[in-house]
Structures are given as C-alpha cells and as structure tokens.
C-alpha cells in the first residue's frame, strides 16, 4: 500500500493548488479526482468554458452591433455555435493539459476515482471499472467542490430544464432562454445566448439581481442587460412549477400580488446557486462533522473536528469562488508546514462577467449602514472617461467607500470594462490599508480605464474630481 504525507480529494481549483503547494514545501504528496479530467467544476464545466463562450458572443455581438460604427464593412455575421463549443472544448484541454504537467513537475501522484475514507489514515479510491485501491496518508484535504442546486419540485431532465453545465454544451441558439435566479451564473450564460440572439427572461425571487453585491452595482448591471441585450427582468417572483413539454418549457410563477403567472419557452436554466458536495466520502466512519447547510465544519485554521483532515473551498463557509479556494489550498499546505500563512476573507474579490463586467471587494454600503460606520463616497462614471470613450464602454462607474475618520479605503465596486482587471489594484490598496488619497496621489497612465479608479478616490477625499 502506498503511503502519502498529504492526500488531497478532489482536483479543482482549491485541491490541485494545495497538492502543488505541498510538494512545493517537500511533502509527498497524492491528488485523488473522481473525473478523469482534472480541473474541477472550474476548468471543466465553470469558470473557464463559461468565460471562452462570454468571449466569442462578445465577439459576435460586436460584429453585428459595433464594426460599422468603428468603420468596418463586412457581411452579416452568423452564429456557428458548433465552433464556439468546439473552440471552447479546446481551451478546457490546454488547461486541463497544463494542470496535468504540473502535477509531473512537482512529482504528485494523481489518482482517477472517487476517494473515500475507510478511517482517517486510509482512503480508498473506487475507479470506473469497479476495482478499488487503497492508500494510506498522514493527513488529507477534502476540496470536493460543489454541485448545481435546484428548488422543490423541479426536475432537472438536462433536456430542457438544464444547469448551467448543459448550458455550456447546447447544440443550438435558443429562441427564448428562461433563468431562474438572477446571480451570477444565470446571468452570464443568459449574457451568451442573449448577445447570439436569444430572448432572455431572469425570474428572481429577491427584489433585485447579484443581491450579494453592493446596490449601486445591482441596477445599473440591471439597466445596461435590459438596454443592451434586452434582458427582462422578473424581480419578486417565486418559482412555482417548471414542466417540459417536450420541444418547449413551461415555467409557474407567483408574482408580487400573489396571482400566478406561467412563462412559455424552449429552454430553462436552473441557477439557483450551489450546494457542497459530500456525499459518499466516507465521513460519517470518521466522525467528522456537518453544518446544518451540508458543509464541512472547520475551525479559523480550515481543520476539521477530526485530527489531521482540513478542508477547504466550496465544501466550506464563505464565498464559493475559485480563487478562494485556491488561496485556502495555499493556506492549508503552508500551515502543515509549520508556516504563519493568513486570509482576510473580506479582501477575496467577487467578479461577474457580463458585459459591462462588475467586480467588487471589500465592505458594501448596505453593510456599512448595517454597521453604523460613518463614511464618504466616491464615483466617478465611464462615460467620462476618454479611453471608455475610444472603446465605446461608456456604461457603468467605480464607486470607492472610505472611512470617514481615516479616509482608508472600506470596499471599492466596479462595473465598466475590464472591471475583473482593475479590481486588483483595490485589493493591493486594501491589503496595505491605503486611503482614498493615497490612490489619489498615485500616477496612472492616460488613457487607461484605471484612471477611473484614481478620480473615484479623488471624488471620495473631498469631492477633488478632475474629470466630473
């Protein structure tokens, strides 16, 4: 039997970036993946498919709506959505190829089946054919991701009523897309098929769309959908019945008055959010222990109440974002290590990729108010902006909260072109506890979309804004 210093179940984000960073620190090192692709949720049917078709629609839509203003003549365009997810499946395998190669480099052992515990020293691995291997290993982190959620009473026959991982494989544009939830997987596949000519209805069963992010960011991201793709927004509806009807979709909704309304269209969406996954893991014949949401309980160190297992990204608390989860994989290892690492969980950003993009970090100013802090606020709009000009992104703002007293910067949210770019330059602010003067004062280059950055600040100091 072979015997690890450190065995990491699943090989996501958070688990392939922890099996690297432990061997990195020099411990021997085992990468159990149920798929044969490695990658996760992620790379395989996530964050990196979703963001190669957000680019060709981009592309396409860009074609049709903007190359004659730039001076560009050209026939009209047509979609050929075999390519897009042929061009896709390829990006998934450079990057999947490159997970693969690193796993050599650093010298980790990779193994394909579906890990479970037999006790807290020993795992065993169920391949597809049905033959079982055992390991054994000194310590384990459980980074088994997370699965689609859906609601009482839908069946998800992945026909019609689809998640976003059919989303990502469709064979044809549909005539008129469905959504059910309005966060940010719903909204960025709907962004997709919107821009290659999908009518796009968002049924959202709270009062406003992305309803964890700051306000300000919800309706203007609502307003630029409706204007530019044509988005119709259903707020305040509750989902009451999803029924395929063979070649289209019938969706039950109860509005604001309480009457019901029922929505016709070939395809639904179920983006209701995620849920961890544990099952069959084994973890009940350690004792190990689950919140009252099925995710693993862990101390402020990401250990589990069973000595020597940790777990980390979306199996735990707290955002379920890729690069959360690749940042406790880091913090894991280095801690096994006898290392100080540390997070500041209110510093990991949050991005949605629509067009305009939105991106965020830190406190919002619904939070701010909920706390009594006492603070200023900057904007400043793209339209104002020269080099948002030149491009023609002239939606959206960047919006800097500080404190009042100190003038530190408290949380900075972006929507606008590039905003998944620029919003690193807050988290390095935030990091080193700079203030809205201290980015003020910093030369940017002209003409960048950053500089709306600088000109927020400028505006958050005392409304010194040059270019508003």
């Known amino acids: 039997m072979e015997k690890f210093d450190v065995t990491i179940?699943?090989?996501?984000?958070?688990?392939?970036?922890?099996?690297?960073?432990?061997?990195?620190?020099?411990?021997?090192?085992?990468?159990?993946?149920?798929?044969a692709s490695l990658g996760g949720t992620c790379l395989n049917v996530g964050c990196i498919p979703s963001k190669a078709l957000l680019d060709s629609s981009e592309h396409y839509y860009n074609a049709v709506h903007h190359f004659e203003e730039h001076g560009i003549d050209i026939k009209a365009p047509k979609v050929n959505i075999k390519q897009m997810i042929e061009r896709k499946r390829g990006v998934i395998k450079m990057t999947v190829d490159g997970i693969n190669f690193l796993m050599k480099k650093n010298k980790?052992?990779?193994?394909?089946?579906?890990?479970?515990?037999?006790?807290k020293n020993h795992i065993e691995i169920l391949k597809a054919d049905g033959s079982k291997e055992q390991i054994e290993t000194g310590k384990t982190i459980l980074a088994t991701g997370s699965k689609p959620s859906t609601l009482p009473g839908i069946e998800i026959d992945k026909k019609?009523?689809?998640?976003?991982?059919?989303?990502?494989?469709m064979t044809e544009v549909p005539k008129h897309l469905m959504v059910i939830g309005g966060g940010v997987i719903g909204l960025e596949l709907g962004s997709v098929y919107a821009r290659l000519g999908s009518k796009v209805t968002v049924i959202e069963f709270m009062d406003r769309i992305i309803p964890g992010m700051d306000g300000a960011l919800s309706k203007e991201l609502q307003r630029v959908?409706?204007?530019?793709?044509?988005?119709?927004?259903?707020?305040?509806?509750?989902?009451t019945g999803v029924k395929n009807n063979g070649k289209d979709v019938t969706v039950s909704v109860e509005n604001t008055k309480g009457e019901t309304v029922k929505i016709e269209g070939d395809y639904c969406l179920v983006s209701v959010g995620r849920k961890p996954y544990t099952e069959n893991l084994g973890l009940d014949k350690i004792g190990l222990k689950l919140d009252n949401r099925g995710r693993i309980e862990t101390d402020d160190h990401l250990h589990t109440n069973v000595e020597g297992i940790y777990a980390i990204g979306d199996v735990v608390k707290g955002a379920m974002l890729a690069h959360k989860a690749e940042e406790e994989g880091?913090?894991?290892?280095?801690?096994?290590?006898?290392?100080?690492?540390?997070?500041?969980?209110?510093?990991?950003?949050?991005?949605?990729?629509?067009?305009?993009?939105?991106?965020?970090?830190?406190?919002t100013e619904e939070q701010l108010k909920e706390q009594g802090k006492?603070?200023?606020?900057?904007?400043?709009?793209?339209?104002?902006?020269?080099?948002?000009?030149?491009?023609?992104?002239?939606?959206?703002?960047?919006?800097?909260?500080?404190?009042?007293?100190?003038?530190?910067?408290?949380?900075?949210?972006?929507?606008?072109?590039?905003?998944?770019?620029?919003?690193?330059?807050?988290?390095?602010?935030?990091?080193?506890?700079?203030?809205?003067?201290?980015?003020?004062?910093?030369?940017?280059a002209h003409p960048t979309f950053t500089e709306s950055m600088k000109e927020a600040c400028l505006d958050a100091t005392g409304k010194r804004a040059i270019h508003i």
């Open 9 to 35: 179940i699943g090989g996501g984000p958070g688990g392939y970036v922890a099996a690297v960073r432990c061997a990195q620190l020099g411990m021997k090192t085992a990468l159990v993946e149920k798929y």
């Open 108 to 119: 980790i052992t990779v193994y394909t089946g579906h890990g479970s515990f037999i006790d």
């Open 160 to 169: 019609r009523v689809i998640t976003s991982t059919e989303a990502l494989e």
């Open 225 to 239: 959908l409706k204007k530019n793709l044509g988005f119709e927004f259903l707020l305040k509806h509750k989902v």
């Open 330 to 363: 880091v913090y894991v290892a280095e801690q096994m290590a006898g290392q100080k690492p540390h997070i500041n969980y209110n510093l990991i950003p949050g991005v949605v990729y629509t067009w305009p993009e939105v991106a965020a970090v830190g406190y």
């Open 374 to 444: 006492k603070y200023k606020v900057g904007s400043f709009p793209f339209k104002a902006s020269g080099r948002a000009r030149a491009s023609m992104d002239t939606d959206g703002f960047v919006k800097v909260l500080s404190d009042e007293s100190t003038d530190e910067i408290l949380g900075v949210h972006m929507i606008g072109p590039r905003t998944a770019d620029m919003i690193a330059e807050a988290v390095v602010a935030m990091e080193f506890r700079a203030s809205a003067e201290d980015i003020s004062r910093m030369s940017h």
